[in-house]
Nanobody, 126 residues
């Protein structure tokens, strides 16, 4: 059974930074791809960042480009999301997701991911 566990959430003031981590078990990152999603109250879940380590591909939501960085450790099978310059609109529950059969298409579509973590809350105050 593949498991994903997020950590590193918390509360910060606008302009601050947080680093989320997603630790996996029974999942091989070098053979797959992962993403971070977020969902704010009353809003749909949206894809924030994506990493496909084998070809060295990363994608970002336009509103976080240049502020967030996704990285992966294929030895520890862990993915991180470094979030700098946080804004109140970044407040949400953040989820990591993993996919086994990867492609660069439809990375924003939550339905293509096989496994999900339980979420980590990020709160940014103004």
């Amino acid at each position: 059974q593949v498991q994903l566990v997020e950590s590193g959430g918390g509360s910060v003031q606008a302009g601050g930074s947080l680093r989320l981590s997603c630790t996996t078990s029974r999942y091989t990152l070098s053979a797959g791809c992962m993403a971070w999603f977020r969902q704010a109250p009353g809003k749909e879940r949206e894809a924030v960042a994506y990493i496909y380590p084998m070809p060295g591909i990363t994608y970002y939501l336009d509103s976080v480009e240049g502020r967030f960085t996704i990285s992966g450790d294929t030895v520890k099978n862990t993915v991180h999301l470094q979030m700098n310059g946080l804004k109140p609109e970044d407040t949400a529950m953040y989820y990591c997701a993993a996919r086994v059969a990867c492609s660069t298409s439809y990375w924003r579509n939550q339905n293509i991911y096989n496994y999900w973590g339980q979420g980590a809350q990020v709160t940014v105050s103004s």
